[in-house]
């Protein structure tokens, strides 16, 4: 994790500084092969491995396969395939718990001969029975002093399937009347006449969890073992289970809070329920939020890393915002997805100053003129087009940017169309428009906007799948007859688009943003003689968001007099009579929207005079239109709500600082929320305020050549094996160094530095 910190990192810190594991940092992942891992999954990834590789350590990937029921090794493959999407390796550090069930099997006989576990009679429902409540003790199992020799025997006859399920279990003899309720004699084995995915038949006793989780870790050396909330009340058990066996130092379990997110469930058991009834394609449906739905969606995996980052670690349960998700995917995508242009929903348009059979290539920059990058397209512009349906209105609600006719829109790159002709079909159905295309500037009807087209005859016909919300109730789980009741029946709309011609032959994988309809990846399974498949990895507005935003707020309950009749102004209806009192917003929206803002944040920033000014300035300091929207609409208007504006210390150009550090790479959008709240407090500038808390990473060469050069003498013989092939080793120095820089040197360039000094 990049995070400067959190209470695990500072764990961490605290143990290298005593010396408690002698400088070593050994984390584990253990997901159990049970099912395809998650985004929550995704949280524990990136603390186990994040928090290994930034104090110079190693993460071990560990299958918990210690239920024989439900596991599978088509899982045990999709797990590693996602660990690595993610971008970590565990390298050789590849283990199964199911590898330690003799070592297991020796510790329960050890423990059985120092008086510290038994085998039990008692039927599971009689142990649950007897072991009290949280105000009540126990009661003794009977067979609680049962003599050693017996023990060892059961446990041996357990083990080779002398006894039907439920005759006898393994327990442990701690205390019944212990406040924990963990700790009455918890169970150790129990009998199983299953077949395991990996030891086959050979066992007839299957441990628990609480007895095979901390004795895994103390086996493979871990020292810190992460795992959520729920287990807390497990920690003294995994304790006396390794306290029992091991000797000091021995690992310790730490919690920290699940990732919870709105609009989808997390739980392996509801996703494998969606996938068995059919009410997804599969585990890599895009609308699922496992790992492999997520990377079919085209969501980066840097951006589901940076997503975790952003939400941190923390012990408080919450529920994250599957917005901030999206936000974090167009917040990378951005600077990397170029521009692209294509109708989901065409309507033909005849441009009738362009002859039949004539036209041209234009060469469209793919590029906002606010992104640092170059590039640019050939896109064909023919007679014949087409452009959104709902791009054209003959009857157009107030506040239409759009066409109309009579009216003129300029067509993105192309020039000026000016709708002359409505065609329609004997139902009154339009099916066409004609028009004259006038290069910019040319005298005619006001430009009532930008929108985006493609050409009819020389554009490409798409598959295109619009990804929403598989739920539609926030938290899927309170409903009262399951999730499946709120499942959303748009969740997945199919349409018949037609993209230019560039984007068509574009290889899958490629991630394009399509002006005005969002990011979009070229799917996977787009075969050559098909029409290619696009699938939508977001919108780029969250209408989710202005459904439910304050502006337009839920009407009022009915009225019991049925008499009177309440009339609800909409939102747009309010904006009207606000231009009517004050008509230079009309013309800040106008600038908003050809800035290419949607309609819902133009009407945010453009009726606030604070919030305009800033926009503003912080434009006319060279910053993206984006990134502005992105920071005031989130993350200002969250501040706004409690403190006005004018209070604040604010300015558009420290805006545009704060932004430039983000997109030059100096600092995360993580840091970067940091730094946002101390500007506002009125503490510096943003670059003043990153220099001074040390955020930037170090680039100073000597130091990081001092550092390296450090790390190489001080491990003769790493260095040595190293250099002899053993290139794994190099995660190893590449730890130390960041280590030794208390994490703060640039990866990049310790790699470089290392390169080097490791050639030999
Ligand atoms: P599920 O509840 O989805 O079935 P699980 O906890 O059974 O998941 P495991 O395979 O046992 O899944 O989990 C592997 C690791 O991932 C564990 O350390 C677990 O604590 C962690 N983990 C699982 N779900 C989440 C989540 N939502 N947020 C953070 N960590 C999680
Ligand atoms: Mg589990």
Request: proline share 7%; with cysteine.
């Amino acid at each position: 994790m990049s995070e400067s910190s959190n209470f695990l990192a500072e764990q961490i810190q605290a143990d290298l500084e005593q010396g408690t594991y002698g400088g070593r940092v050994v984390t584990r992942f253990p997901p159990e092969p049970n099912g395809f891992l998650h985004i929550g999954h995704a949280k524990a990834i990136v603390v186990d491995f994040g928090l290994a590789q930034r104090f110079g350590g190693r993460c071990h990937l560990r299958f918990d396969d210690t239920n024989p029921v439900g596991e599978d090794t088509l899982y045990v493959e999709s797990i590693q395939r996602d660990v690595r999407w993610l971008g970590y390796e565990w390298g050789e550090h590849l283990y199964y718990a199911s590898d330690y069930f003799p070592k297991l099997f020796a510790f329960a006989e050890r423990l059985i001969r120092e008086g510290r576990a038994y085998v039990c009679s008692l039927s599971l429902d009689q142990i649950r029975e007897t072991r009290g409540t949280v105000t009540e003790p126990g009661t003794p199992s009977p067979d609680r002093d049962r003599p050693v020799q017996d023990s060892l025997r059961l446990l041996r006859e357990m083990r080779e399937g002398k006894h039907a399920e439920g005759a006898y279990t393994v327990r442990a003899k701690i205390d019944m009347a212990h406040p924990n309720m963990k700790m009455r004699d918890p169970l150790m084995y129990r009998i199983r006449h299953a077949h395991h995915h990996r030891t086959g038949d050979s066992w007839h006793i299957y441990p628990m969890y609480d007895f095979a989780h901390g004795l895994s870790d103390a086996i493979e050396g871990i020292t810190h073992s992460f795992c959520t909330l729920e287990f807390e009340n497990n920690r003294a058990l995994y304790d006396w289970f390794v306290e029992a066996i091991f000797e000091p130092p021995v690992p310790h379990q730490y919690e920290m809070a699940r990732l919870n997110l709105s609009y989808v469930v997390l739980s392996k058991r509801k996703l494998i329920t969606l996938v068995r009834e059919g009410h997804v394609w599969g585990w890599d449906d895009p609308r699922m939020p496992t790992l492999a739905g997520l990377r079919r969606r085209g969501v980066p995996p840097e951006a589901v890393v940076a997503f975790v980052e952003q939400v941190g670690v923390s012990r408080a349960d919450s529920l994250v915002d599957v917005a901030l998700l999206d936000h974090t995917v167009r917040d990378y995508l951005n600077t990397r997805a170029p521009r692209r242009m294509g109708v989901l929903d065409p309507l033909p348009v005849t441009l009738t100053n362009i002859p039949e059979g004539e036209g041209r290539r234009i060469e469209l920059d793919e590029w906002p003129h606010d992104i640092p990058r170059q590039g640019s397209r050939a896109v064909p512009l023919t007679r014949h087009l087409v452009i959104e349906r709902e791009d054209f209105a003959v009857d157009p609600p107030k506040g239409f940017k759009r066409l109309t006719p009579g009216g003129r829109v300029r067509l993105r790159g192309a020039g000026l169309f000016t709708c002359e002709e409505v065609l329609t079909d004997q139902a009154g159905q339009i099916t066409g428009l004609r028009g004259r295309l006038d290069p910019e500037g040319a005298p005619g009807p006001k430009v009532a906007g930008t929108i985006h087209w493609s050409s009819a005859t020389a554009g490409v016909e798409a598959r295109v799948l619009l990804v929403d919300r598989l739920f539609t109730l926030e938290r899927p789980d309170d409903h009262p007859d399951g999730a499946l009741a709120v499942l959303n029946p748009d969740s997945l709309v199919e349409r018949r688009a037609v993209i230019e011609p560039a984007l068509a032959q574009a290889p899958a994988g490629t991630r394009v943003q399509l002006e005005r309809l969002g990011y979009f990846i070229v799917d996977e399974a787009a075969q050559s003689d098909q029409p290619p498949t696009l699938i939508r990895i977001v919108p780029l507005k969250d209408s989710w968001a202005a459904k439910a935003s304050p502006a337009e707020p839920a009407p009022p309950p009915a009225k019991k007099d049925p008499g009177r009749k309440r009339v609800r102004k909409s939102a747009s209806e309010a904006l009207q009579e606000l231009i009517e009192v004050r008509p230079e917003i009309a013309d800040r929206l106008d600038r908003l929207e050809a800035d290419g803002l949607s309609e819902e944040d133009a009407a945010v920033i453009g009726t606030d005079d604070g919030l305009f000014e800033l926009y503003a300035q912080a434009v006319a300091q060279g910053a993206d239109q984006v990134a502005v929207v992105n920071w005031i609409v989130n993350d200002l208007r969250a501040v706004t709500k409690e403190r006005p504006l004018e209070t604040l210390s604010l300015t558009g150009a420290a805006l545009a600082e704060l932004i430039a550090l983000v997109t030059q790479g100096e600092i995360t959008t993580a840091v970067a929320r940091k730094v946002f709240a101390r500007v506002i407090e009125g503490e510096g500038s943003p670059i003043q305020i990153v220099d001074r808390q040390g955020l930037r990473p170090i680039r100073d060469p000597a130091r990081i050549e001092a550092w390296a050069a450090e790390v190489v003498q001080a491990n003769p013989d790493k260095v040595q094996a190293y250099r002899q092939g053993r290139t794994n080793l190099r995660g190893f120095f590449v730890g130390q160094v960041m280590r030794a820089s208390r994490g703060k040197a640039d990866p990049a360039m310790v790699n470089r530095v290392l390169d080097r000094l490791l050639a030999g």
